[in-house]
């Protein structure tokens, strides 16, 4: 495949800025992720017969649209401030100041929508579909907080975002996403206006921002620049017949009666399945990294509600245990994680936070072999028409991504490739898609 080629970098503003508040202090749901990467979504349009006018027409549109959206959202057209202290610490905040989104329009001149969707893994090149790339979180200070990159195909279109993931989590960026395109598509307002406002957090902390050590950032300074080791991505398509059945099978063998979810039940198959190809030692523990959600969890929370509003539930276990005590046993301590994150305790990694911050990136989230997933089938990025055309595909990131599309769930995963043997075992249930996947 050929490299990619730009074409031209820009600014975006919002055209007409809402009354909003001119900064906003981060929380620690903000704050744990200061030192992780940006978020990163994308998808692909293919468009046969795409020439020269119509991609002219669709650069236009989705810059013009992105400044109407950014009207609505502008802490994502900001930048992230931090205060130093005199007692060695900083605080940050967004500004909400309108410096504007970085956009990129970009074209790779010999490569087809096929020559992205056929291959068994994700081909290298879409990596520089993604701006901002390899950013980290607390670099907002001197980058965008989001980003936006149109690239063309032969027969197609990638478009991709990447978003400040202190700033936003899954579910504020599918709402900011799904409130693109409607305005995209014609809409002059939002039925369902994001919320900035942090009223029981500000009381929580008196309304102060939190400040953190200046040694827990600068850590990142010390630590080795070798490149990361080379990893394929892949991905895997699961029909609704075969989750049901994995969803059945795991209720049964645990105990109980529909409990355990149609997700845990295929993240714990997938879980055993890399664990036993990889050939762990049987004392060796693994865990599985989830995101819990604490908007369904805490009342003074709207679905509407701004920032991050997550934290990172681990499942531990010997591979012995995972292996031998079958999908039942697995899945259901998954469900005792993720069900232990009632409100109690999400108001006290609240209020313990300040006192013992604890930045998270993927190396630090668990000290064993893990595996760590991201999104959620409910954001449906599938959902409502762009009048771009049929969308092949969505990519993005992380190492574990789930998406619903159709009634099926896809898995996109990211591994080293060397570590596998071949998935003999699952192969029938395991079918490379075109569509990739919280």
């Not at 100041?97 to 020559?115: I, L």
């Not at 969707?117 to 965008?144: A, C, M, Q, W």
Request: charged fraction near 20%; glycine fraction near 6%.
């Amino acid at each position: 495949m050929t490299g990619i080629r730009l074409i031209s970098t820009g600014i975006v503003q919002a055209a007409n800025p809402k009354n909003q508040a001119p900064h906003i202090n981060l929380t620690p749901w903000d704050l744990q992720f200061l030192l992780a990467d940006y978020i990163q979504r994308g998808l692909l349009f293919h468009i046969p017969g795409l020439n020269q006018e119509y991609e002219t027409l669709v650069v236009h549109g989705v810059k013009s649209s992105l400044s109407k959206a950014l009207d609505h959202f502008l802490p994502l057209a900001g930048r992230l401030a931090a205060i130093k202290h005199d007692d060695g610490t900083t605080s940050f905040s967004v500004e909400c100041n309108n410096a504007g989104a970085f956009f990129v329009h970009a074209a790779v001149d010999e490569v087809t929508t096929r020559d992205i969707i056929e291959p068994v893994y994700v081909p290298s090149i879409v990596d520089s579909f993604f701006p901002l790339h390899g950013v980290r979180n607390y670099e907002g200070t001197v980058k965008p907080l989001l980003a936006v990159q149109v690239t063309i195909l032969v027969d197609g279109v990638f478009i991709s975002v990447s978003v400040n993931h202190s700033v936003v989590d899954g579910a504020s960026f599918f709402h900011f996403f799904s409130s693109w395109l409607k305005i995209a598509t014609g809409s002059s307002s939002l039925s369902n206006p994001p919320i900035f406002q942090r009223c029981f957090l500000d009381a929580m902390y008196d309304s102060q921002p939190i400040r953190i050590p200046d040694s827990y950032i600068k850590q990142t300074e010390n630590e080795p620049t070798n490149a990361q080791p080379a990893v394929k991505v892949r991905v895997f398509h699961f029909t609704k017949e075969v989750v049901s059945k994995l969803k059945e099978k795991a209720n049964a063998e645990a105990g109980i009666k529909n409990r355990i979810s149609s997700l845990q039940a295929l993240l714990s198959h997938f879980w055993r399945s890399v664990v036993r190809n990889k050939k762990i030692d049987p004392n060796e523990e693994t865990s599985y990294c989830l995101l819990v959600g604490a908007r369904q969890r805490l009342p003074e929370l709207s679905e509407a509600y701004f920032g991050n509003a997550l934290q990172i539930g681990t499942i531990t276990m010997k591979a012995k245990e995972l292996l031998d005590n079958g999908l039942g046993h697995a899945a259901w301590q998954m469900n005792k994680v993720v069900t232990s994150y009632n409100e109690e305790k999400l108001r006290n990694f609240l209020e313990c936070w300040k006192e013992c911050p604890e930045l998270k990136r993927m190396s630090n989230m668990a000290t064993n072999i893990a595996i760590v997933t991201s999104d959620s089938p409910r954001f449906n990025i599938y959902r409502g028409d762009t009048e771009l055309g049929r969308r092949t595909s969505s990519m993005g990131e992380l190492r574990c991504i789930v998406e619903r599309k159709k009634g099926v769930l896809t898995l996109k995963f990211a591994f080293r490739l060397r570590h596998f043997k071949p998935w003999k075992m699952i192969k029938s249930l395991w079918i490379p898609s075109t569509s990739n996947l919280s």
